[in-house]
């Protein structure tokens, strides 16, 4: 194997995928960059078992072909410290990598790329293409609702749902939800796969760059993004999502629509003194009033009241003040529609005219 390639799109890459390396005993060949170049394109893979990360670079240059993996970490610092837009040439010889640039060189070990376990075959079921922007919005709307290490594994982490021309993003941790949806405008086969909370930083992360066009493949076992020049595969996390649909109103009565910034600043005030064990806020809405009120353990309380459009039935419920404000941050219009359903246990929030969003807190008993 051997390849000369500039440093700066060397380092840029390297950059790019270097976050999935780990540092494991049992395992050390983790800490280890797959570099293989074939047909004229250098394809550097990084792996943390759960996650996988490819770069394919195109080189115009002279090459032979071969494969090996070195320690990730020493390449990139290595490269890092040589000059920005020099050549330079990687060489494997006898097991060693040998590395120059200009004035320095370096021979770095190796471990063989037999050894390395990155998913080269990739059968799917299912495959659709997708704007990055459209991606990252339903993600960055919903994914704050995933649980955390909950003891119902398949919570933690989000759904993705194609049914007919929709694609539907859910999360939630069993006491909120949140879901967001897009129309396709290709027909493909319909899917219902959950993607693991680190598998949804690390996707969120990668498509912190300008929009382009994302193919995404649906397997069996795993999902796998392709993003401009990289190659993004996760596993999918097994088991059966819960039934969504039976905590979504279907058919919302007249909403009542609130100030998204009043509303905000009105539970941040009244935070201050709820109780620490349990978070909770009583929210009041009568004769075109509404009002927060909070109390804790020490017999502090705290509360503010705001005008609103809403001259009803009095309404009062009791909710975890951090739920609905992770929902209010996750909102960008000026107004939003809540809606209580009848059996007064949960209430529903919508961005105002923006019913493709929805959000699901339950409430607290009384």
Known sequence: MKFVIKNNILVENLKKIIRLLVKNTSLP????????????????????????????????REHIPGKTTISGKKILNICKNLPTTSDVQIQLKNNKIYISCENSSYILSTLPAENFPNRQNFDHT???????????????????????????????????????????????????????????????????????????????????????LLHILIGTNNLRIYINN?????????????????????????????????????????????????????IIIKNGELKTISDNQEEETAQDKFNVEYFDNTIEISINVYYILDVLNSINTKNIFLFLNESQTSIQIEPENHSSTVYVIMLLKR
């Open 230 to 282: 990289l190659i993004f595969t996760t596993q999918l996390i097994e088991g059966k999502y819960p039934d969504y649909n039976s905590v979504l109103l279907d058919q919302p009565k007249k909403p009542i629509i609130i100030n998204n910034n009043l509303l905000k600043q009105s539970l941040l005030r009244t935070s201050i003194l709820s109780h620490e064990k349990f978070s909770g806020i009583e």
């Open 126 to 212: 299912s495959s659709f293409y997708i704007s990055s922007d459209t991606l990252k919005n339903m993600i960055l709307k919903t994914e704050f609702a995933m649980g955390k290490q909950d003891v119902r594994y398949y919570l933690n982490g989000m759904l993705f749902e194609k049914k007919e021309n929709c694609f539907r993003s859910v999360s939630t941790d069993g006491y909120r939800l949140a879901t967001s949806y897009t129309f396709l405008k290709e027909s493909i086969n319909s899917f219902s796969i959950i993607i693991p909370n680190k598998g949804i930083v690390e996707i969120l992360r990668l498509l912190n760059t300008k929009e382009t």
């Open 29 to 60: 060949i983790l800490e280890n960059i797959l570099i293989e170049i074939k047909k004229g394109i250098l394809f550097l893979t990084t792996t943390n078992l759960e996650n996988e990360i490819i770069a394919n670079i195109k080189t115009l």
